[in-house]
């Protein structure tokens, strides 16, 4: 049964509408199954890996522009959408991220939780 694109954030609609049109396979997606123009949130998490698991949010910020672009969008498993900063937000709920102050560092959960 395929779902649409859901967004987290009404304000991400017409980013979605201009990111993609694709549908999810299923209402539980993997990074496997997101549109190609979706960025998987488990791909900021290991740009965090890639700098020794910390760093600041602006250096962050800047790495996922150069790797996926400055008006990326950002997906979950469950199909939501995230801008890079409601990413954030939603990492750090999930226990998958860590901030203090300025700085981001993997969480107790850095990886998916299952499905």
């Known amino acids: ?10 304000a991400m609609t017409a980013v979605i509408r201009g990111a993609t049109r694709s549908r999810y396979p299923s209402a539980m997606s ?7 123009s979706v960025i998987a949130g488990h791909d900021v998490l290991s740009l965090i890996a890639a700098r020794g698991g910390r760093c600041s949010v602006a250096e962050l910020k800047a790495a996922a522009a150069r790797a996926f672009g400055p008006n990326a969008v950002f997906g979950n498993c469950h199909g939501d959408l995230f801008d890079f900063a409601r990413l ?3 990492l750090e709920r999930k226990g998958k991220i860590a901030r203090t102050g300025d ?3 993997l969480g107790v ?6 499905h």
């Open 1 to 10: 049964m395929a779902s649409t694109l859901r967004a987290a954030d009404p």
């Open 30 to 36: 993997t990074p496997e199954t997101l549109p190609a």
């Open 88 to 90: 954030l937000s939603f």
């Open 103 to 105: 700085e981001v560092s």
């Open 109 to 114: 959960v850095p990886a998916c939780s299952g």
